[in-house]
């Protein structure tokens, strides 16, 4: 017999997402805008799944999580079991609850989002479980776990490498895990803003990692601190997520000029600022100056929020098509125009402009030249036409500071020949991506996974590389996992 009150729930209950900021409140700072859910909003909206019995939105999440189960058990107020269930396939969980476009996702896939009840609100109600099972008390269990006295080393403390570290402690393989930087996080400490993810959940997992036995070696870089070879003699395995921090300029005339940033420098350089609780970083001296950003990924949108926030006073995103064909977040832009930043669709940039008179410190950017584009037709649609620059429609936009965010591409390391390291022409390690040793390179022994492996992607896919890595580690170590992974 169907209990309509719980299958039939997304008739009554509307779909609702924690309160937003108000635009003008949050530019005010750089901390997250929506507060989590409360225990009654939480139930009530994890209650309008519908169970459908063909859960796309596990299908449209790159970790396959059994997103309707716990949905059950937040809706039955049973959060510690939802969070174990969680982090049977997800390592962070309350990362991706914030950082994920679930809009393209598992809500995406979500059989009420192709109606006009809307999406049940999956990201949200994955933050608010985590959060609250945190709050009781809860932390990974490795009591049953056998430690095996084998030790695999982990490049790299972003997603990836933090996935990693959490799978094979939890088949009792020691993780040591190296870092250059002087935190874990990689990209979700320096990467991405705080309005997106404030760095204490980061800093807290990094605590329970701790906890779970993974050491971690910062402020190391493999290759001029620790050659790479010592950890193959003192390690049985090495898993390489280094990420992609190789910037892509355009080749745009006119970079060279005082004022023209790179977008990971600038995010970088607000990070620290703000870390160190000083202003002193002239990456981030935007005050009262026009900014254009040059990009329409989500790292663009990243740049144009924290610009507001530094307080330009004129913040404008340029992209080359149309609002339609940006690949970053449809939630991303839409918080940015709220809070008043300006964008130019179908705008290509050909050059940066600077100041004719040599001034101290050499001639400063003053406009991006730019020209119309349109669409081509094509038959095979939208999706598949070019681009072409419109004859004749070139203009001058003023800017006192352009940052250029056309995205990163991975660079492979220095030794990766010597060890037998196969890539590609962009510059990413070649791995196997099926079969019983996902994630393996063309060493037997090395493994890797994250944006070096697939380019600049999302924070989940590097969370599913990690994991499958580790568990494919595993099995090339003759072993088998001794613990529930909850």
């Not at 874990?184 to 990094?206: A, C």
């Not at 020949?417 to 196997?432: H, M, T």
Request: charged share 25%; proline share 5%; with cysteine.
């Amino acid at each position: 017999m169907i209990d309509r009150d719980y299958v039939f729930r997304f008739l009554d209950v509307p779909r609702q997402l924690p309160p937003k900021q108000s635009a003008a409140e949050r530019i005010t700072h750089h901390g997250e805008i929506r507060p989590a859910f409360t225990d009654k909003a939480a139930v009530e909206q994890a209650s309008r799944c519908l169970d459908c019995g063909n859960p796309y939105c596990s299908r449209g999440c790159p970790l396959n999580n059994d997103i309707p189960n716990w949905l059950k058990l937040v809706r039955d107020g049973r959060v510690i079991e939802a969070c174990e269930l969680m982090h049977v396939t997800n390592p962070l969980p309350e990362v991706c609850g914030r950082v994920c476009p679930v809009e393209r996702l598992c809500e995406g896939g979500c059989t009420l989002n192709h109606t006009d009840i809307g999406a049940v609100t999956i990201g949200n109600v994955e933050r608010y479980a985590v959060e609250e099972a945190f709050k009781r008390g809860w932390r990974p269990d490795l009591s049953g776990v056998r430690e095996t006295g084998r030790r695999v080393a982990i490049i790299g403390a972003g997603p990836a490498g933090l996935a990693c570290a959490d799978r094979l402690r939890r088949a009792g393989i020691g993780a040591d895990v190296f870092d250059r930087h002087d935190e874990v996080g990689g990209m979700l400490i320096y990467g991405l803003p705080s309005f997106k993810l404030e760095k204490e959940v980061v800093l807290r997992r990094r605590e329970i990692l701790e906890d779970m036995g993974v050491r971690f070696q910062l402020g190391v870089e493999i290759g001029r601190d620790l050659p790479f070879d010592e950890l193959l003699v003192s390690h049985d395995a090495v898993f390489m997520g280094t990420g992609a921090y190789g910037l892509v300029d355009g080749g745009l005339p006119g970079l060279e000029l005082a004022g023209v940033q790179q977008a990971l420098p600038f995010l970088i350089g607000n990070t620290r600022r703000l870390r160190a609780g000083r202003d002193e970083d002239a990456r981030c001296d935007v005050r009262g100056r026009r900014v254009i950003v040059l990009g329409g990924g989500d790292t663009a949108m990243d740049c144009v929020r924290t610009a507001v926030r530094l307080g330009a006073s004129e913040v404008t995103c340029v992209y080359r098509r149309d609002e339609i064909g940006m690949p970053g977040s449809i939630r991303e832009v839409a918080h940015a125009r709220e809070e008043g930043v300006g964008f130019r669709y179908a705008c290509q940039p050909l050059a940066l402009l600077g100041n004719a008179l040599e001034v101290v410190g050499g001639a400063r950017v003053e406009g991006v030249r730019v020209c119309d584009t349109e669409r081509e037709s094509s038959p095979f649609g939208p999706a598949r036409s070019r681009w072409h620059n419109v004859p004749g429609s070139e203009r001058v936009l003023p800017a006192d500071v352009v940052i250029i965010a056309f995205g990163f591409r991975p660079s492979l390391p220095s030794w990766n020949a010597a060890f037998g390291i196969d890539g590609d022409a962009q510059g990413r390690v070649r791995v196997s991506d099926a079969g019983r040793l996902a994630q393996q390179t063309s060493n037997p022994r090395i493994f890797a996974g994250g944006d070096m492996v697939r380019g600049a992607d999302l924070v989940v896919t590097a969370v599913r590389d990690g994991r499958d890595a580790a568990a494919s580690i595993v099995r090339s170590l003759g072993l088998t996992r001794t613990a529930a992974v909850a």
